[in-house]
């Protein structure tokens, strides 16, 4: 199987809720925000204050506020930090681009 830096050169964006449509994973596991609709579920920043008063949400205080505020501009400089390390370290791939890893005996 494949192996490496390129195996996790990839975005889980919560915005789009690919990985939890119904939402039922994030109020079980973030209960801060289980108060929200599903729409507002996986972007709380998008909430206005009246609804997260009502849910008991203070950005920056009981949920932190969003980390990430253009994910455009992150994925472009991963893929550029990922293929910068790649260049510099061009000893450690095959021709195909696959991680070369040497194990003990």
């Given at each position: 199987?494949?192996?490496?830096?390129?195996?996790?050169?990839?975005?889980?964006?919560?915005?789009?809720?690919?990985?939890?449509?119904?939402?039922?994973?994030?109020?079980?596991?973030?209960?801060?925000?289980s108060g929200?609709?599903?729409?507002?579920?996986?972007?709380?920043?998008?909430?206005?204050?009246?609804?997260?008063?009502?849910?008991?949400?203070?950005?920056?205080?009981?949920?932190?506020?969003?980390?990430?505020?253009?994910?455009?501009?992150?994925?472009?400089?991963?893929?550029?930090?990922?293929?910068?390390?790649?260049?510099?370290?061009?000893?450690?791939?095959?021709?195909?681009?696959?991680?070369?890893?040497?194990?003990?005996?």
């Amino acid at each position: 199987g494949r192996s490496g830096i390129d195996q996790w050169n990839f975005v889980m964006s919560p915005v789009a809720a690919s990985q939890d449509k119904s939402g039922e994973y994030t109020k079980k596991w973030i209960p801060e925000l289980s108060g929200l609709s599903k729409p507002l579920l996986h972007k709380p920043w998008e909430a206005p204050n009246e609804l997260l008063k009502h849910a008991g949400i203070t950005l920056g205080d009981t949920y932190p506020h969003r980390i990430v505020t253009d994910l455009n501009a992150e994925r472009k400089q991963s893929l550029n930090n990922v293929l910068d390390m790649r260049r510099k370290s061009q000893q450690f791939n095959d021709e195909k681009g696959y991680d070369i890893i040497t194990l003990p005996n």
